[in-house]
C-alpha cells in the first residue's frame, strides 16, 4: 500500500542529506586547508628570494673602469666560515683605508651607486680601497643573504685584511644592507674609526614588512609571525639573531655620517634619523635629502655629496690629529 513506503523514506533522506553535508564540509575544509598552504607557501617563496638574492656578474675591474691599479685578494672572514674575494686598491705610501660594504642584491662594482666612481674619489683622497663580495653575491661558493649575521663577519674579515695591510685608519663606507652590516660590525669591532653609511637598511620587522608590501598586500598579522618562523629554516638565521635592537641604541664610539633619502621605499629615512640621534661623537652627522631615492643619493646629488663625504673624512683626520696630541701630551 502506497502509505506503507512512507515511514521506511525518511531514513532514507535523511543518510543522503548526512552524506551531502559530509561531502560539503569536507569540500570546504579541503578548500581552506588548500588555500591555508598556497598562504604558507607564498611566504616560504618569499623568504627563500630574500634569502637567495639575484646578483649579476663582475662586468669589470678598477684598471678597465678607472685606470687605478689593483690586486685580486682572496682573505677569511672573521669567523673562518668562507673564503672572501675581492681587490685591493693601494694608494702609495698611505696608512688610512676605506674597506667598501656593498649592499643586498649587489656584488662589489654596485654599478647604481656608483661604486667606482666612489672608489676612484677616495682614492684620490690618499685612501687605500678595499672592495669585495659578501657571501650571497659570490660567483665561486655563494652562500644565503642572512640581513648581517654572516655579513659582518664577513666584513670583519676584510676589516683584519686592511689592517694586516699596514691601515692604522679604516673608515667603513656602506650602502643599503651594507651599512647595516656595517653598524652591526660595529657593536664588537675596535678597528673602525669612521663609517660613512648611506641608505641605511636595518633588517627588523618593520623594515621587512615594507619591504614585503612593496611587492604583494600581505596583511602583517600573521605575514610577520610565518615569516620569522619561515627564515630559521631556509636560511638558518631568525630575526632575533640579528642585533637590530642594539643597533637601534647604540651610541657608537667612532663618528659616523648617515645619509638617507626622503623618498627611500626600501629604507624609511625616520631609521637614518633615529640611530644618528643616538650619536654623541661630536664629529658624527647626517645628511636627509628632500625627495632623494635609495642608494641614489650620489647620482641625484654628486657635488653636494662629495663635498659632505669630504668634509666628515676631514673632520675624522682632524679628531685623529687631536686625539693623537692629546695622547704624547699625557705622557
Known amino acids: 500500500m502506497p ?21 560539503v564540509v569536507a569540500l570546504l575544509l579541503s578548500v581552506f586547508f588548500f588555500l591555508l598552504f598556497c598562504f604558507i607557501a607564498l611566504h616560504g617563496y618569499i623568504a627563500w628570494v630574500l634569502s637567495n638574492p639575484t646578483v649579476a656578474p663582475l662586468y669589470s675591474n678598477p684598471y678597465l673602469a678607472k685606470g687605478l691599479a689593483y690586486e685580486e685578494i682572496t682573505f677569511p672572514a672573521k669567523d673562518g666560515s668562507r673564503i672572501m674575494q675581492g681587490w685591493y686598491i ?10 667598501f660594504s656593498h649592499g643586498y642584491g649587489a656584488n662589489r662594482e654596485e654599478s647604481w651607486v656608483p661604486m667606482y666612481d666612489l672608489a676612484h674619489y677616495a682614492h684620490s683622497l ?12 659570490s660567483k665561486i661558493n655563494k652562500d644565503i643573504a642572512t640581513g648581517g649575521k654572516k655579513e659582518s663577519q664577513q666584513l670583519l674579515g676584510a676589516i683584519e685584511y686592511a689592517k694586516e695591510k699596514g691601515a692604522n685608519e679604516i673608515v667603513v663606507w656602506g650602502f643599503s644592507m651594507g651599512a647595516g652590516t656595517a653598524l652591526q660590525a660595529g657593536l664588537v669591532t675596535k678597528d673602525v674609526d669612521a663609517m660613512i653609511l648611506d641608505s641605511t637598511f636595518l633588517l627588523e620587522p618593520d623594515t621587512l614588512y615594507h619591504n614585503i608590501k612593496q611587492n604583494i598586500d600581505l596583511p602583517r598579522q600573521p605575514s610577520l609571525e610565518i615569516m620569522e618562523l619561515l627564515f630559521p629554516v631556509l636560511n638558518g638565521t631568525g630575526l632575533n639573531q640579528i642585533p637590530y635592537s642594539k643597533v637601534k641604541s647604540e651610541d657608537y664610539p667612532f663618528p659616523v655620517l648617515f645619509m638617507h633619502g626622503t623618498m627611500d621605499e626600501k629604507a624609511p629615512y625616520p631609521i637614518a634619523e633615529e640611530l644618528a640621534a643616538n650619536q654623541t661623537n661630536p664629529y658624527s652627522d647626517s645628511w636627509i635629502v628632500e625627495d632623494s631615492h635609495h642608494e641614489l643619493l650620489f647620482r641625484e646629488h654628486p ?10 673624512l676631514g673632520n675624522v683626520q682632524l679628531a685623529r690629529i ?6 704624547q701630551a699625557s705622557k
Open 3 to 23: 502509505n506503507e513506503d512512507k515511514p521506511n523514506s525518511i531514513p532514507i533522506i535523511s543518510l543522503r542529506m548526512i552524506r551531502v553535508k559530509h561531502i
Open 126 to 137: 690618499k685612501f687605500n680601497v678595499v672592495m669585495f663580495d659578501y657571501g650571497f653575491a
Open 303 to 312: 657635488r653636494e655629496y662629495l663635498r659632505r663625504v669630504s668634509a666628515f
Open 90 to 99: 693601494p694608494s702609495e705610501g698611505a696608512k688610512k683605508t676605506i674597506v
Open 322 to 327: 687631536s686625539g693623537d696630541n692629546g695622547s
